[in-house]
């Protein structure tokens, strides 16, 4: 309801109360006036028309706005991976080789049966030392007279060094030769696998090996003396081959030649004089074609007396 009626409403009931001689707005010195009703409410009706009527004060200036709030840029999201955090740094392996070096480079040319040492430097980057019972192992490819295991020479701890070597020959035929070998734990874990890859020379005429015979390597015998070393000559064609023999008291023979008629073995002999007791050898050097050393043969001689 409008707040100017309900005053309306509160007078005409306080002078219909007066009226009828209600005490609260009455007084005994005032003569009643049965207009007096109809003029007072007449009055109060006007008084608030003349308010209702009278201008709206002016507005108040109003205060600046607050300064908006910051803008609030969203977290990214954040993936599987980053919610896990950094990755946890793997544990090293028990049996781990890192390889240093080598020798006998790759393609390296040599002759037919020709005779080469391989070896293999590896650094121990595990947790666990290398016993004797580690080995090298021949895995696949071109064996080369090589052994099927070499064992590791000494104990290796974590970050120390090793080098291991294999014996090998060249094959007959022409063309590049390539054998992988590992490393094998003494539980047979293999790990480190490292290769060996030569050429063997594109030769029409050679001697492809050569095989020594004696009767006895343990020798009784008077001192000094003579023994015979017979070795048997292999070649792959007809050709004339020239050879010399050395020996363990650092001698060397006259060069001596043999001819071939085709793919042959012939048996050459060497008369070695043997001055006293004890450890011997005698090896042969194929000068032409080959130009490589074959050997030795070892033998042990015992002197039995003295001429």
Not at 161 to 188: C, F, H, M, R
Not at 254 to 270: C, Q, R
Request: hydrophobic residues 35%.
């Amino acid at each position: 309801m409008n707040k100017k009626w309900m005053i309306v409403l509160l007078l005409i009931t306080a002078l219909s109360l007066n009226a009828c001689n209600f005490p609260l707005f009455s007084s005994k010195s005032e003569e009643q006036d049965p207009n007096a009703l109809s003029t007072a409410v007449a009055e109060t009706v006007q008084a608030l028309n003349a308010q209702s009527n009278q201008p709206a004060p002016q507005d108040q200036p109003q205060s600046p706005p607050a300064a908006g709030l910051p803008t609030i840029t969203p977290l990214p999201t954040l993936t599987p991976q980053q919610f896990q955090g950094p990755p946890t740094q793997t544990p090293l392996p028990c049996n781990k080789a890192l390889f240093v070096g080598e020798t006998i480079p790759d393609d390296t040319e040599f002759s037919p049966g020709e005779t080469f040492t391989k070896s293999w430097t590896f650094k121990n980057i595990g947790t666990c030392t290398w016993n004797t019972n580690y080995k090298l192992v021949f895995a696949t490819g071109d064996q080369m007279g090589g052994p099927a295991a070499v064992s590791v020479p000494v104990s290796v701890a974590p970050d120390t060094q090793v080098t291991i070597s294999v014996d090998l020959t060249a094959p007959n035929a022409p063309g590049t030769y390539t054998a992988y070998w590992k490393l094998e734990a003494d539980d047979n874990e293999q790990y480190g696998q490292v290769y060996v890859r030569v050429a063997t020379k594109d030769i029409t005429f050679q001697v492809t090996s050569v095989t020594y015979y004696m009767p006895h390597t343990t020798i009784d015998m008077t001192c000094p003396g003579d023994i015979v070393v017979k070795a048997e000559i292999t070649t792959s064609t007809a050709g004339r081959v020239t050879y010399y023999w050395t020996n363990s008291y650092s001698g060397q023979s006259a060069t001596s030649a043999i001819n071939f008629a085709g793919a042959e073995k012939k048996i050459v002999d060497y008369v070695m004089t043997i001055n006293g007791a004890g450890s011997h050898w005698a090896k042969i050097y194929i000068d032409d074609p080959n130009h490589q050393l074959f050997g030795p043969k070892n033998f042990t001689v015992t002197c039995t007396s003295s001429p």
